[in-house]
């Protein structure tokens, strides 16, 4: 099992500037790359402080002139908001400047609040057709000519430039969490991303489940739309991860008390019934989610990936018996850089050297 980080810009009040958010982003990737993970994971989000990235791609392009080694993931590109030929050739530039680094991540998107703004009030429910159809597009431009008559886009014959490094495409991951979307990206040629959120290692053996019966189901599809590479899909498992010393019993109360104050911001604007500040929206009060154990840091404790390095290890251990082949620490939790990067420093330092040396040059 591999290990990567997926980190956004963060930023909760102005006493902390956008420059400086950026140049902190900068240091967790250099210090992930040192410490052998493999992948490094921006995701998209639009004018929400909490989660600053309207495009990861000219993020990951400056990473890829600081770094050498680490893949460089697009986690994820929202479907509705790209044409396939923009998704394709910018997508595809990635992988040009950074020398065959590039992996991108697609999903359907979440927030209502985005598509009121980018898609003219369309549900984010419906972003799935989306998705459906801008997948297979994309693999297509990426390898030549291609006319695309669909629901959604219409283009004559086009092709991706410039063409991605890696061949036949560079690797491909849908976030997934209903089976339909597991069955979806192995048919078609991709990996699978999911994240438990809130809930404990049974949705982990759950997912990892869906994504199994997908596989018995679509495993041949995947193999004939990879001749050459992977046999078998890789399976992603992103959860929040905080890891604190032994020596301290109480390390693990900041962390899970930020990474619910995390959830109660995403609760705000998932909820869409406030108009933001400049970008900024207030947590939604502790006092709503009385009733939620699975809000209160007792719980989060225990599910999110909280613990000292010998805790860590052990869910880790269970992670990589059911199958899982790479696990994302994801770093966005409302706590200072200061905090995300000692944790960061004790993951490579005590847990990472329990598990096998990572590929981080390797495709996969």
């Given amino acids: ?21 950026f140049e902190n982003l900068t240091e967790l990737a250099l210090i992930a790359e040192a410490g052998g993970f493999s992948t490094v994971w921006i995701g998209e989000h639009h004018s929400m402080e909490y989660t600053i990235s309207p495009s990861p791609l000219p993020q990951l392009a400056y990473l890829a002139a600081r770094t050498s080694k680490i893949r460089l993931g697009a ?13 394709a050739g910018e997508t595809a530039l990635l992988d040009v400047i950074s020398n065959g680094r590039m ?11 985005e598509f009121d703004r980018l898609m003219g009030g369309m549900s984010a429910v419906d972003g799935g057709k989306h998705l459906r159809e801008l997948v297979p597009a994309v693999r297509a431009l990426w390898q030549g ?24 495409t560079p690797p491909m991951w849908i976030a997934a969490r209903d089976i339909s979307s597991h069955e979806f990206a192995v048919e078609n040629g991709c990996n699978v991303m999911v994240t438990p959120l809130m809930k404990g290692d049974e949705e ?60 109660r911001t995403f609760d705000a604007w998932f909820g869409n019934k406030t ?13 709503k989610f009385a009733d939620r154990p699975e809000f209160q840091p007792e719980s ?65």
Wanted: aromatic share 10%.
């Fill in 145 to 168: 000519d291609y006319a695309h008559d669909g629901e959604i886009w219409q283009f004559p014959t086009s092709t991706s430039v410039p063409k991605p490094v890696q061949k036949p």
């Fill in 75 to 87: 986690g994820t590109i929202i479907a509705p908001f790209w044409n396939p030929l923009r998704a």
């Fill in 204 to 263: 982990v053996e759950d997912l990892v489940g869906k994504f199994n019966s997908a596989i018995a189901k679509h495993g041949a599809a995947f193999a004939a739309k990879n001749p050459g590479g992977a046999e078998r899909p890789d399976l992603m498992v992103l959860r929040h991860t905080h890891v604190h010393s032994a020596d301290d019993p109480e390390g693990w109360r900041r962390p899970a008390e930020g990474i619910q104050k995390y959830y």
């Fill in 300 to 364: 989060l404790h225990k599910t999110a990936m909280i613990g000292t390095p010998e805790e860590i290890i052990e869910r880790l251990r269970h992670y990589e018996a059911l199958g899982v082949t790479e696990f994302s620490i994801w770093s966005d939790n409302s706590l200072t850089h200061e905090e995300k990067k000692r944790s960061l420093e004790l993951f490579i330092e005590q847990v990472a050297p329990a598990f096998q040396e990572q590929p981080a040059a390797a495709a996969h």
């Fill in 1 to 21: 099992m591999r290990f990567s980080l997926f980190v956004h810009m963060e930023r909760w009040d102005e006493s902390v500037s956008h420059q400086e958010c």
């Fill in 275 to 287: 108009t933001p500040v400049n970008g900024f929206l207030e947590p939604s009060p502790a006092e």
């Fill in 103 to 113: 992996e991108v991540g697609l999903a359907r998107g979440a927030y209502q609040f």
